[in-house]
C-alpha cells in the first residue's frame, strides 16, 4: 500500500501514521526526517539544502524530489510507505506519479479555529521535551517546566495555515481528478479518525 497523508499542521497526520504504520506494517516516510538525515550526514543533495536554508530561503523542488526519490528508492518495505510532507507542489506530484503508483491521498481535514485551538494549548517539557497540553502546571512525565513554542503561538499558526491553504488547493484538485483523494472528517478522538480511515483503505482493497 502508497499513501500520501495531506493536512494542515495540528491534523494530526503523525498520530495517524504510527497507527497506519502498526496496523498495515508501512514505512514512515517524513519529508522532515530525510531533511534532518541528509544534513546530519552531510550529503551532496543535504548540502546543496543548506546553502537555500542558510539564506533562508525555499528549498528547489529538484533537490527535494531527488532526496523524497532516494529515500524510496533504498525502501527496504514490501508492505509500502506512506509520504508526510510530499508532495506540497504540483511538480512534486507529477514527478511522485512517475516513479510510484499511489493508492490512495489521505485528505485530514479539521476547521481552523479548531487547529488554532489545538496548537495553542500545546506546551513542551524544557526538560524532557514532550508535549502536553495546558490542563498540566509541570510536565506530566517528569515534572519538568513547560513552556510554549514559537510555533505554537496563534499569529505563526494562523501564518502556517494560510501557506497550507495556498499549497495544497491546487493538490486536493490534482488528486481528486485522479480519484485517488479519500477526505476525512479528522474531529474527533484519535481512535474514531483512525477507525473512519481504515473503513475507506480496507474497503478499497476489497
Known sequence: MKLV???APGAGKGTQASFLKNKYNLAHISTG???RANLKNNTPLGIEAKKFM????LVPDNIVMNMVGNEIENLNNNNGFMLDGFPRTIPQAEFLEKIVKLD???LFHVPDEEIIRRLTSRRMCK???SITDNNHDKCPSCGGELFTRDDDREDVIKSRLKVFHEQTEQ???FYRKKNLLIEINASGSPEEIF????GFLDHDKN
Not at 542558510?54 to 530561503?57: A, F, H, P, V
Not at 477507525?195 to 481504515?198: D, E, L, P, S, T
Open 195 to 198: 477507525a473512519r480511515v481504515v
Open 54 to 57: 542558510d539564506n533562508g530561503q
Open 5 to 7: 497523508l495531506l493536512g
Open 127 to 129: 526538560n524532557c521535551g
Open 104 to 106: 490512495a491521498v489521505i
Open 33 to 35: 526526517d530525510i531533511f
Open 171 to 173: 493538490l486536493i484538485e
